[in-house]
T-cell receptor, first 114, second 110 residues
Framework: EPEVTQTPSHQVTQMGQEVILRCVPI?????FYWYRQILGQKVEFLVS????????KSEIFDDQFSVERPDGSNFTLKIRSTKLEDSAMYFC????????????FGDGTRLSIL | EDQVTQSPEALRLQEGESSSLNCSYT??????LFWYRQDPGKGPEFLFT???AGEEKEKERLKATLTKKESFLHITAPKPEDSATYLC???????????FGDGTTLTVKP
């Protein structure tokens, strides 16, 4: 069964450094998402991406965050200058775009900011 | 703003002891209500989609139902391998963000 893959599984970064989280969505899907989950808290929406542009973003997704789909297969989340509070699990998800399909999630990248 | 509330926060069952998890929601429009299972250190794994009040879906020991204000995930004769956090999420018609509940952490003791 097709799946969403995310790399790396764990990223440790110094505060203030840039980090790029990578995702390969399911190949025929049209909508792409990033969510985050701080330890012990709920899954929170960050951004949705469709037709090569952001379709919606949350208050969390400020100027320090950006997303890209550079080559038609990868979908990346960049954090320009990381803060301690960015430490969380980051999940990528994709959606086929038809009404009877759910979002499919990857297993996430655990981001630890030191 | 869309809101999703799940209860209970945690549920401990003996193997074979059936129970139900609740997800109540307030949304401006509903494309679908989704149930996911999340194991520690993993991403949410899709279980069910429900679209309209009265709809029911079943998979092995799990059955999901939907009304206009809430959804239930019924677990019949659970086994230890059913232990996980069960997440409910609602998705609006324009395929924007999913709003998740806090989840119910289910522990099934042998």
């Amino acid at each position: 069964e097709p799946e969403v893959t995310q790399t790396p599984s764990h990223q440790v970064t110094q505060m203030g450094q840039e980090v790029i989280l990578r995702c390969v969505p399911i190949s025929n899907h049209l909508y792409f998402y990033w969510y985050r989950q701080i330890l012990g808290q709920k899954v929170e929406f960050l951004v949705s991406f469709y037709n090569n542009e952001i379709s919606e973003k949350s208050e969390i997704f400020d100027d320090q965050f950006s997303v890209e789909r550079p080559d038609g297969s990868n979908f990346t989340l960049k954090i320009r200058s990381t803060k301690l509070e960015d430490s969380a699990m980051y999940f990528c998800a994709s959606l086929a775009g038809t009404l009877n399909q759910p979002q499919h999630f990857g297993d996430g990248t655990r981001l630890s900011i030191l | 703003e869309d809101q999703v509330t799940q209860s209970p926060e945690a549920l401990r069952l003996q193997e074979g002891e059936s129970s139900s998890l609740n997800c109540s929601y307030t949304v401006s429009g509903l494309r679908g209500l989704f149930w996911y299972r999340q194991d520690p250190g993993k991403g949410p794994e899709f279980l069910f989609t429900l679209y309209s009040a009265g709809e029911e879906k079943e998979k092995e020991r799990l059955k999901a139902t939907l009304t206009k204000k809430e959804s239930f995930l019924h677990i019949t004769a659970p086994k230890p391998e059913d232990s996980a956090t069960y997440l409910c999420a609602v998705l609006p018609p324009w395929a924007g963000k999913s709003t998740f509940g806090d989840g119910t952490t289910l522990t099934v003791k042998p």
